[in-house]
C-alpha cells in the first residue's frame, strides 16, 4: 500500500493467533506455511517473522521478490516461489539468494538451467500437474523430465509439489483421491530418480480432514490465518483455530431520521419507523464490497447493528436505534472485535457467504487496503 492512507478504518492483525494456529497443525519441521500474496493480506515479513519464531523451517511465496524480501530481511528459511521466476531479474535473484522457483514444462526448466552453475546449481521445485488443470508435468511427461534432469548438472531439484483442486469439498472426495494416487505415482518416479526429493500437497484442507497424504511437507494456508477451509460444511474439522484478521472504522457522524427516509444512493434503503443513523468511515474502495449493502451487520458496542442503504466509496451506514449509546469516534468492527455477552463477532467466512466467494478473497482485499496493526 502507499504510504499515503486513504481511509480511517484499521486492519488490526493478531500474531499471536496466527502462532498459536500455526502450532496446532502438527510439527514445524513439516509444515511450509504459504505467506504468499502478502500472507493473505495479513502481511508478508511481520507474519514471516511470527512464524520464524515458533520453528518454521520453510515458507512458500508466490513471487521471487516475495522472496527476497524475506531474504533481505534476514529469514535464512528455505523458500519456495509457487509461481516460479518470471524474466532476468527473478532468476538471478533465484540463483543468487537460494530462491526456490517451482518449474511446471521444460521451457522454464531449460531457463532455470540456464542460470545455475555446477558449483552452485539452482535448486527448483517440480510442479506436478494431478487434476487442477493449471500448472505442471503431466504423468506423461515425467521420464522425459527425468531423462532431461539426469543430463542437467546446473539445476538440483528437491522438492515435487502438486495443488488439490477440491479437498476442501467433502462431496468431491474420489477426485481427491484420485489426485493422490496420481500424485503418488509421479513422486514414486521422482524420488526413484532423485532419492533425496521431497514432496508436498497437503493444504489446510487435506492436513486437518486426510490424515496419511501429507508427505514429507505440508503447505498450510488459510488456516494459520484462522479459516476453516471446508467453510460451513464442516464445522469440526478446525474448532480451535482464530481468525487473526479483524476490521474496524470509526463513527463519523450520528444524525436521526424519521420513518420514510432514504439513506444513501439509489434509495435502497428507506426508514419504516424513526431510526438513528451512524455514518462510518469505511467503504468499498478500503474492500468492504458494494454487493454488501443492506446484507451485513457490524459490532458496535459489542452488539451487532445492520448496515443499511448502499456502501459508498468511503462510506456506510449503521442503523444503530437499538445500540445504546453512540458517539462520533465510537468504533465499528466490520470484521472481529470486542462483544457483548451472548454476542458473536461477524467473521470473514460470513462475509464470503454473503457475497457468494471465500474468505481467501475478503482477506486478501481488506488487509491490502487498509492499514494494518500489529499485536504481539
Excluded at 352 to 371: H, K
Amino acid at each position: 500500500m502507499n504510504d499515503s492512507t486513504f481511509t480511517p478504518a484499521r486492519c488490526h492483525i493478531d500474531l499471536g493467533a496466527i502462532r498459536r494456529n500455526f502450532t496446532r497443525l502438527g510439527a514445524a519441521s513439516e509444515l511450509m506455511p504459504v505467506i504468499k500474496s502478502d500472507a493473505y493480506g495479513h502481511g508478508l515479513l511481520p507474519v514471516a517473522q511470527t512464524l520464524s519464531d515458533v520453528g518454521a523451517q520453510c515458507f512458500a511465496v508466490g513471487v521471487i521478490d516475495e522472496g527476497l524480501t524475506l531474504r533481505n530481511a534476514g529469514l535464512g528459511q528455505r523458500i519456495v516461489a509457487l509461481l516460479g521466476a518470471n524474466g532476468e531479474a527473478d532468476w538471478h535473484a533465484a540463483h543468487t539468494h537460494n530462491i526456490i522457483p517451482a518449474i511446471g514444462d521444460f521451457i522454464q526448466l531449460e531457463c532455470a538451467a540456464a542460470h545455475g552453475d555446477a558449483g552452485h546449481p539452482l535448486s527448483i521445485a517440480l510442479q506436478c500437474e494431478t487434476g487442477m488443470g493449471r500448472l505442471g508435468f503431466t504423468e506423461e511427461e515425467i521420464p522425459h523430465l527425468i531423462e532431461c534432469l539426469r543430463g542437467m548438472t546446473h539445476v538440483h531439484p528437491i522438492l515435487a509439489v502438486s495443488h488439490f483442486a477440491c479437498a476442501d469439498m467433502p462431496e468431491q472426495e474420489g477426485y481427491t483421491d484420485i489426485q493422490v494416487r496420481r500424485f503418488a505415482a509421479i513422486t514414486e518416479a521422482l524420488c526413484t530418480a532423485f532419492p533425496h526429493m521431497q514432496r508436498s500437497l497437503a493444504n489446510s484442507a487435506a492436513i486437518l480432514a486426510r490424515k496419511g497424504i501429507q508427505f514429507e511437507m505440508s503447505r498450510p494456508g488459510l488456516a494459520i490465518y484462522g479459516g476453516n477451509p471446508f467453510g460451513s460444511a464442516r464445522q469440526d474439522a478446525c474448532p480451535d483455530l482464530e481468525w487473526a484478521m479483524s476490521v474496524c472504522a470509526p463513527v463519523l457522524s450520528i444524525r436521526d431520521f424519521a420513518s420514510g427516509q432514504s439513506i444513501s444512493y439509489g434509495c435502497t434503503f428507506t426508514t419504516c419507523r424513526p431510526c438513528r443513523i451512524a455514518v462510518v468511515g469505511i467503504g468499498y474502495a478500503a474492500g468492504l464490497a458494494r454487493a454488501l449493502s443492506n446484507r451485513t451487520t457490524m459490532l458496535v458496542n459489542g452488539r451487532r447493528v445492520p448496515q443499511v442503504g448502499r456502501v459508498c466509496m468511503g462510506l456506510t451506514m449503521l442503523d444503530i436505534s437499538d445500540a445504546g449509546p453512540i458517539q462520533p469516534g465510537d468504533l465499528a468492527w466490520v470484521m472481529g472485535g470486542p462483544v457483548a455477552e451472548g454476542q458473536h463477532p461477524v467473521t470473514p467466512q460470513e462475509l464470503a457467504d454473503a457475497l457468494g466467494t471465500i474468505p481467501y478473497e475478503v482477506l486478501c482485499l481488506m488487509g491490502s487496503l487498509i492499514p494494518r496493526v500489529f499485536h504481539a
